[in-house]
């Protein structure tokens, strides 16, 4: 790993989500998306019109490095001991840098304490980093359809 990647992921501080960061974590969202997809259709994505009621069930958390919002990450209960991992993203000029790996752990920390036996995501079968990633954290690939590939980590 080289050293700027070491600092970014070493200098990131996690938290749960709190209204003053609303703005910038759907900045930070609709922009990995639109680096994904090109041109976006708001109305496509309304749990980001208010995050906190969006997710007031689950866990939403952000990572800021250098007083700025850099990481978004969100588990939600889906079942009785299942939960569902969303909204995972980090600022294009900071990933391969170990912060993604650091949201999920802290997810899958929160999944344990919750103490959820399964987590389950799903991302677009064409956004190959986003699969290799879930893959290499330990996520096995069980239903890929209509370009979405469907994961699960089971955390017994």
Known sequence: MASGAATAASHLQLRLWQPSDQDAAKALILAGLGERWGRLDP???????DIGRSYAGGVFLVGNCN???VATGALLPEAPGVGRI????????LRGQG???RVLD??????RELDLRRL???TTSTWHDA??????YGFDIIHVADDETHMVLDLA
């Open 86 to 93: 969303v909204r995972m993203s980090v600022r294009r000029d």
């Open 131 to 136: 699969v290799h990633f879930y893959a290499r």
């Open 67 to 69: 007083n700025q919002l």
């Open 120 to 122: 389950v995501l799903e």
């Open 106 to 111: 802290a997810l899958v920390a929160h999944a």
């Open 99 to 101: 912060i993604g790996r």
């Open 43 to 49: 109305t496509l994505n309304p749990d980001l019109d």
